[in-house]
C-alpha cells in the first residue's frame, strides 16, 4: 500500500470517527427521540406532510431562501433505522435503545431551494425543507431503495427528528417535526443563514 492510499484511508477513518462524534452529541441534546419501535414516531418526531399520513401545517412562515452563506447552519438528511444494517452507525439513545445511521447523508443544505418554519394543529413546531428536483430526485432513490426507515434530520450539531416514512418520498416539501414552533423558527433561521 503507497503512502496516499494510507492517507486516504486515515482520512477515511478520521471523517467516520468525527461523524459518531457527531451523531452522539446531536443525539444527546436531541429534544425528540425517535421511538423504540420500528414504525412509531413520537407526536414531535412525526412528518407533517399529507403525502406522509399525518395532519398539514396550521400556519407557515414566509419561505426563506437557502445560498451560499458562510453563517448558515449545515443541514445534512441521513437514513437511519432501529435495527442494525453493516456499516451503519450505531448511536446511543437516550434514555436507552440504539439508531443506527448511515454515514453518507442523503441530501445536505446544497440540495435545498429554501427553508420554512411552520405549526401544525396541534402547535408543535414544524421545518419544511423546499427540495431543488436533484434533491427530490436523490430522496426518492434513498426512500424507494429502502422503505420502511427513519429519515434523521441534523442542523449543526444537533438531531432534530428522525421519524420513520412509510412509502418513497414523493413531495417536493420535506416535513419534519421538530417539537416547539421555537425550534421551528430557529432551524429555519440557521439553515437560511438569517440571524
Known amino acids: 500500500m503507497n503512502s496516499l492510499d494510507k492517507q486516504g484511508g486515515g482520512r477515511w477513518r478520521c471523517w467516520r470517527a468525527g461523524l459518531l462524534v457527531l451523531l452522539v452529541s446531536a443525539l444527546a441534546a436531541c429534544q425528540t427521540v425517535p421511538g423504540a419501535g420500528r414504525g412509531s414516531s413520537s407526536s414531535q418526531a412525526a412528518p407533517v406532510s399529507a403525502k406522509l399520513g399525518a395532519s398539514a401545517p396550521a400556519h407557515a412562515d414566509p ?18 433505522d432501529t435495527r442494525s444494517h453493516p456499516g451503519w452507525t450505531p448511536v446511543p439513545l437516550k434514555p436507552s435503545g440504539l439508531l443506527y445511521v448511515r454515514t453518507d447523508a442523503i441530501i445536505d443544505r446544497s440540495d435545498l431551494m429554501g427553508v420554512q418554519s411552520a405549526t401544525d394543529q396541534a402547535g408543535g413546531g414544524v421545518l419544511v425543507l423546499i427540495l431543488k428536483d436533484e434533491g427530490l430526485a436523490k430522496i426518492r432513490a434513498a426512500t ?45 433561521r440557521s439553515v437560511a443563514g438569517v440571524r
Open 63 to 80: 419561505v426563506r431562501a437557502v445560498t451560499a452563506s458562510r453563517e448558515a447552519a449545515d443541514l445534512r438528511v441521513f437514513l437511519a
Open 144 to 188: 424507494a431503495a429502502n422503505p420502511g426507515l427513519r429519515l434523521a434530520l441534523v442542523v449543526g450539531q444537533i438531531m432534530l427528528a428522525a421519524p420513520a416514512y412509510a412509502a418513497p418520498i414523493q413531495e417536493q416539501q420535506l416535513a419534519f417535526g421538530v417539537g416547539s414552533a421555537h425550534n421551528a423558527d430557529v432551524a429555519a
